[in-house]
């Protein structure tokens, strides 16, 4: 009760062990603010995957308003702001490919073509193992905003997978020439955009007063 009766204005973070309540909590925290003048369209919910954004929704459902914030992964919501800038013409459209055969397979031939030929057969390039070890080292790049250097470094790598490095900025340049964006994207070309076009932040940013994260 304390929590969901704090002044509006207030920044919470509320940390608890799984299955005590928290999102319960979200739940009421929405009513509360809502009935206190917040309006559901200056609200954001943002959850870590689709069935918390499906459960959650179905929680505010149970709440007496008519319109409801809008709930979203952070993937989606990411995906949504590179729509808004790709329709004020600031950002180039991408063709989203969520297919995991395609993900694999774009890597896979990116190993094949980037990667020296004299290392083919030392790293084996063309199994499995080695496939899912490259995708690894890309989201890893992705997920840190690290550099590839310093995600080969820090994470330790085989120094025979060193070729990995130039693997990885290849590939990315082999992505955006085909202008296709993967899951793991959606987050990451959002981010990298806004740090190389700081303007473009001005158009998606401070829209919601009032954000709430179910991590």
């Not at 206190?36 to 459960?55: E, Q």
């Not at 063709?95 to 020296?116: C, M, V």
């Not at 085989?158 to 955006?176: D, I, N």
Request: proline share 5%; aromatic share 12%; charged share 25%.
């Amino acid at each position: 009760l304390e929590i969901i009766h704090v002044e509006p204005k207030s920044n919470l973070k509320v940390i608890a062990v799984p299955g005590s309540g928290k999102s319960t909590v979200l739940v009421y925290r929405v009513d509360y603010l809502m009935k206190n003048g917040i309006s559901a369209d200056n609200m954001l919910a943002i959850m870590f995957n689709d069935s918390a954004t499906v459960n959650f929704k179905q929680d505010l459902s149970s709440l007496e308003f008519m319109n409801l914030p809008e709930v979203k992964t952070y993937h989606s919501y990411a995906r949504k702001l590179g729509f808004i800038l790709e329709k004020l013409g600031l950002k180039q459209k991408s063709k989203f490919t969520p297919n995991q055969y395609q993900y694999r397979e774009f890597y896979k031939n990116s190993l094949i073509k980037f990667i020296p030929m004299h290392l083919h057969k030392p790293l084996d390039i063309k199994s499995p193992k080695t496939v899912s070890l490259f995708i690894q080292f890309v989201e890893l790049c992705k997920s840190s905003l690290m550099t590839p250097e310093e995600v080969f470094k820090q994470f330790k790598f085989p120094l025979t997978h060193y070729a990995f490095v130039e693997g990885f900025h290849s590939s990315e340049q082999e992505r955006h020439a085909q202008n296709i964006q993967f899951f793991s994207d959606l987050i990451y070309d959002l981010v990298v955009f806004c740090k190389e076009n700081p303007a473009a932040i001005d158009k998606i940013s401070n829209k919601h007063d009032v954000l709430l994260v179910d991590e």
